[in-house]
């Protein structure tokens, strides 16, 4: 079992930045690949960025790419996402989520756990 925490959202300015940390608990935290995804008001959760467990890959999707990175500290069990250059169509309930060592997982149903998530809000 892993339970996952998210914090770190908030409200930002457009082109602005905001770190969000995903804290999780176990000592498997390592075997995992970890993954962040975001869903807006009356749209389909959709993915944002994957780490592979040893921290040695990561895919983004095509909206956020060079303007997000995701990180993980496989010590302090935790994945971050860092985001730059926020958009209004940033503005969503982040989630981060977890899937037993699979490489690069994007969809959803991939994820074996979830966090309760957290809430970004990019002003224009």
């Known amino acids: 079992q892993v339970q996952l925490v998210e914090s770190g959202g908030g409200l930002v300015q457009a082109g602005g930045s905001l770190r969000l940390s995903c804290a999780a608990s176990?000592?498997?935290?390592?075997?995992?690949?970890m993954g962040w995804f975001r869903q807006a008001p009356g749209k389909e959760r959709e993915f944002v960025a994957v780490?592979?467990?040893?921290?040695?890959?990561?895919n983004y999707a095509n909206s956020v790419k060079g303007r997000f990175t995701i990180s993980r500290d496989n010590a302090k069990n935790t994945v971050y996402l860092q985001m730059n250059s926020l958009k209004p169509d940033d503005t969503a309930v982040y989630y981060c989520?977890?899937?037993?060592?699979?490489?690069?997982?994007?969809?959803?149903?991939?994820?074996?756990?979830w966090g309760q998530g957290t809430q970004v809000t990019v002003s224009s």
């Open positions: 989520a977890a899937r037993y060592w699979t490489s690069l997982p994007r969809e959803p149903h991939e994820y074996d756990y």
């Open positions: 176990g000592r498997t935290f390592s075997s995992y690949a």
């Open positions: 780490v592979s467990a040893t921290g040695g890959s990561t």
